[in-house]
């Protein structure tokens, strides 16, 4: 299953914004999906993951700013982004493979074009 982030933008600070992961498959047994970021100069890091059953973590202080779903009807991940801050501004990326949850796996995992979301201050 292939996976495309879309939904970025460039925003202001406080605004938001809601990224989709379309698949191009079905995402029913997808154990587990979640988004991650890498800002310029940084390391790509997890955002949020979302279990097949529902269950959702989110990265540091993200929990309450971010919400994960997922539609398995439509094949497609969500991640709404609200009161966003300049450090938010990072190119997004979905991924629903297990291995790629794991840092160690970063380099050789595929992770798509992402998507750009840029907040000014």
């Known amino acids: 299953v292939q996976l495309q982030a879309s939904g970025g933008g460039f925003v202001q600070a406080g605004e938001s914004l809601r990224l989709s992961c379309a698949a191009s498959g079905s995402i029913f047994r997808a154990d587990i999906m979640g988004w991650f970021r890498q800002a310029p100069g940084k390391k790509r890091e997890l955002v949020a993951a979302?279990?097949?059953?529902?269950?959702?973590t989110y990265t540091g202080s993200l929990r309450g700013r971010f919400t994960i779903s997922r539609d398995n009807a439509k094949n497609t991940l969500y991640l709404q982004m609200n009161s966003l801050r300049p450090e938010d501004t990072a190119v997004y990326y979905c991924?629903?493979?297990?291995?790629?949850?794991?840092?160690?796996?970063?380099?050789?995992?595929?992770w798509g074009q992402g998507t750009l979301v840029t907040v000014s201050s």
């Open positions: 979302i279990t097949r059953s529902g269950a959702t």
């Open positions: 991924n629903a493979d297990p291995n790629c949850f794991d840092a160690d796996y970063d380099d050789i995992c595929p």
